[in-house]
């Protein structure tokens, strides 16, 4: 079955730096567009990043555009989450998604960050 694993946030100070890390386990890894959601305390989820299968087509919100990149390693089925420049308004919980077949997405529990002094 598939596993979604999501890794890396954690407390850091404005103007800081995470690199956040999701594992997908048991699936067709690199056949798959994946990407990231967070989801701010009170607030309703939104799309951060999205990658295409191979790694060369991205898609960005715009508030972290020129901040945020998103990248994937397919022979470690493991996709990425650079995080530079962050803002208190980056805080939430961040969760990474892979779609599958048949309009299928798989989610994962998701990991913590806060931006805050």
């Known amino acids: 079955q598939v596993q979604v694993v999501e890794s890396g946030g954690g407390l850091v100070q404005p103007g800081g730096s995470l690199r956040l890390s999701c594992r997908v386990s048991?699936?067709?890894?690199?056949?798959?567009?994946m990407g990231w959601h967070r989801q701010a305390p009170g607030k309703e989820r939104e799309l951060v990043a999205a990658?295409?299968?191979?790694?060369?087509?991205?898609t960005y919100a715009d508030s972290v555009k020129g901040r945020f990149t998103v990248s994937r390693d397919n022979a470690k089925s493991t996709g990425f989450l650079q995080m530079n420049s962050l803002k208190p308004d980056d805080t939430g919980v961040y969760y990474c998604?892979?779609?599958?077949?048949?309009?299928?997405?798989?989610w994962g529990n998701g990991t913590l960050v806060t931006v805050s002094s």
């Open positions: 998604y892979i779609e599958g077949y048949y309009d299928h997405t798989f």
């Open positions: 990658i295409g299968a191979s790694g060369s087509t991205t």
């Open positions: 048991e699936y067709a890894f690199s056949v798959h567009r």
